[in-house]
């Protein structure tokens, strides 16, 4: 069985923005990294049209800064950045699932008494 088939969509689909600024943390990248970071890391195949309208309403919302690279031997790339903001929004919901997933654990975890 491959990631994808693995993982429940929704739960990809909740967890997608989340993992987009981390795999933006370490620095400026473009799409079709951010897809092969994430299928790297265990996550399955992310679609680019999944992809790229959240980055979309990330830099909207002032999370995440582009820029146009040209290429070495084709046309060139769009870069994605956090902004300051991102960063914050990153750690604001880092802590924020570690609270949920000790909720989660917790409940799946604890037999009714």
Request: aromatic fraction near 12%; glycine fraction near 12%; charge should be positive.
């Amino acid at each position: 069985m491959n990631a994808a088939e693995q993982w429940p969509s929704d739960w990809l689909r909740a967890t997608l923005g989340l993992c987009v600024l981390r795999a933006l943390q370490p620095g400026p990248s473009y799409g079709y990294a951010i897809i092969t970071e994430l299928a790297r890391r265990g996550f399955g195949e992310i679609k680019g049209g999944t992809l790229y309208p959240l980055l979309a309403r990330y830099e909207a919302a002032g999370l995440v800064e582009t820029q146009w690279r040209p290429g070495a031997a084709g046309p060139g790339r769009k870069y994605f950045a956090l902004t300051d903001q991102g960063r914050s929004e990153l750690t604001r919901l880092r802590a924020e699932w570690a609270r949920f997933g000790t909720v989660l654990d917790d409940f799946l975890t604890t037999t009714k008494e």
